[in-house]
């Protein structure tokens, strides 16, 4: 599944590997379009490139699916 993988990918993402972990972020969103979770980290990976408009838009997606760190986080990148 993809539990492995989302460990993977936060990981990716946390430690300052952001294009590395979108391709992974891309398939996992693919793969599972309604977990909430894929969307927060793709959003902040997207960020962390300067892609504020797409990460965003994850983050947006993310807080409307019960994320609460999307919503934290899109608050404050974002704004309201």
Same mark, same amino acid.
């Given at each position: 599944?993809?539990?492995?993988?989302?460990?993977?990918?936060?990981?990716?993402?946390?430690?300052?590997?952001?294009?590395?972990?979108?391709? /992974?972020?891309?398939?996992?969103? &693919?793969? $599972?379009?309604?977990?909430?979770?894929?969307? @927060?980290?793709?959003? =902040?990976?997207?960020?962390?490139?300067?892609? /504020?408009?797409?990460?965003?838009? &994850?983050? $947006?997606?993310?807080?409307?699916?019960?994320? @609460?760190?999307?919503? =934290?986080?899109?608050?404050?990148?974002?704004?309201?």
């Amino acid at each position: 599944g993809l539990v492995g993988s989302e460990m993977c990918i936060r990981d990716r993402t946390n430690t300052g590997k952001p294009n590395e972990a979108l391709p /992974f972020l891309d398939r996992a969103v &693919d793969m $599972q379009p309604d977990n909430p979770a894929f969307f @927060y980290y793709r959003g =902040v990976a997207k960020i962390a490139i300067e892609d /504020f408009d797409g990460g965003c838009l &994850d983050l $947006q997606h993310a807080a409307n699916n019960g994320n @609460y760190e999307g919503e =934290v986080m899109r608050k404050k990148v974002c704004g309201e």
